[in-house]
């Protein structure tokens, strides 16, 4: 008593009432710490999106760098403390090292170059060799780089260092403006759009032992691996040879990368070559295939599934017939010519020996009418 009941017609389903909290779809909503887990799981990367980001940070890196104003009169005091302290532990190496490579022409050019160029190209070539072949492993890589390029920003602003080749005293040359080479973007031509007093940190060896402890985690080659602990320790060399930075300001950088580990493992919950290599993407992608005509050449006809037959009209078909059959040989299963055909001739022969080609006259054509046919019943 007092309940109701509800009839569902004949032929009919009834819907489903969706659970407490679900939506209509069925779908529970998510929540935020879904949400913050599926940004923090690796995705693939988009190239546009990656390229994009890449580019608009160094110009944000660059413009806050040279936006931090001079500070000359700190920045040489500083430069004068670290020097005090190399003297005191006894680790001084650097104007030794100056002076030796600078006596040698070819090798002291050749570090300004390395100094200018292999900054930019092996980092972008990383990224993209991840890109390529770690995709799963990108972002959190990424984030390793990114993360330390930040924090080397507040070290630049925090600690003005003049580089030793602008320290008062003439005991470090400055290879760049001694040579003539553009290895430095604040000597020669680079001094007015570049802050001179951002020596410490040094990214230079940031970056290249980002490259270099990405590429000996994940390479499979043995040599791969041995170039990858080389690179930043030949950008260790080359930074002091040409008085661009102390050695502390290597040690700046390293502190800076250790940052920027720590703060990718918070976010992933594991170092980079310890994510997969490969992500299963859900996301639609569109499967590009050469069309007639790109390129200035034809795709190739796709293969005919199996089981399926090709579609062709009566006319394909017999022309297909008519290839495959032998010469003088009638084909099974077609149909008899008729008179009116455009295939059958007058006076065509009808010999075995016919040549190829023409087909039999009718058989209709010499049967006796039923008129002129003798009939078997005699009279009686």
């Not at 990368?257 to 070559?273: C, D, E, I, M």
């Not at 295939?343 to 039923?370: E, I, M």
Request: net charge positive.
């Amino acid at each position: 008593m007092g309940e109701t009941t509800v009839k569902i017609p004949e032929g009919t389903t009834a819907t489903p009432t969706p659970p407490a909290g679900a939506t209509a779809d069925g779908s529970r909503p998510v929540s935020r710490a879904g949400r913050l887990r599926r940004m923090r799981s690796p995705r693939r990367p988009r190239l546009w999106f990656e390229i994009l980001l890449i580019a608009v940070s160094y110009w944000i890196y660059s413009l806050v760098r040279n936006a931090v104003p001079e500070q000359k009169a700190e920045a040489l005091r500083n430069a004068d403390w670290i020097w005090h302290v190399e003297r005191t532990l006894g680790l001084n190496f650097e104007e030794a090292v100056n002076h030796a490579v600078n006596s040698v022409t070819w090798l002291v050019v050749a570090m300004n170059y390395y100094y200018a160029t292999l900054h930019f190209i092996v980092t972008i070539a990383v990224l993209v060799w991840l890109y390529r072949r770690h995709p799963g492993r990108y972002a959190a890589s990424r984030l390793i780089l990114f993360a330390t390029t930040a924090v080397a920003l507040l070290g630049y602003y925090l600690y003005p260092l003049a580089p030793p080749r602008l320290m008062p005293g003439g005991h470090f040359i400055d290879t760049v403006k001694v040579h003539e080479t553009w290895g430095s973007m604040a000597s020669g031509n680079f001094k007015a759009v570049s802050n001179q007093y951002a020596a410490m940190p040094s990214m230079h060896i940031g970056w290249s032992l980002w490259c270099g402890l990405t590429i000996f985690a994940l390479a499979k080659a043995p040599w791969a691996k041995i170039l990858g602990l080389l690179y930043p320790t030949a950008t260790l060399i080359v930074i002091v040879a040409t008085a661009n930075h102390f050695w502390l300001d290597a040690v700046g950088g390293m502190i800076c990368l250790a940052f920027g580990f720590a703060v990718s493992y918070a976010w992933y919950g594991a170092l980079p070559h310890q994510l997969p290599r490969y992500i299963k993407d859900d996301r639609p992608r569109r499967r590009w295939s050469l069309r007639p005509g790109m390129w200035g050449r034809r795709a190739a006809p796709e293969a005919e599934p199996a089981g399926q037959a090709a579609r062709t009209g009566p006319a394909e078909e017999a022309a297909s017939t008519e290839q495959t059959a032998p010469a003088g040989q009638a084909t099974r299963g077609a149909p008899p010519a008729t008179r009116g055909s455009p295939s059958t001739k007058p006076g065509a022969s009808s010999k075995p020996g016919a040549p190829a080609g023409r087909s039999a006259p009718s058989a209709s054509r010499h049967r006796p009418s039923p008129r002129s046919r003798p009939s078997s019943q005699t009279a009686p």
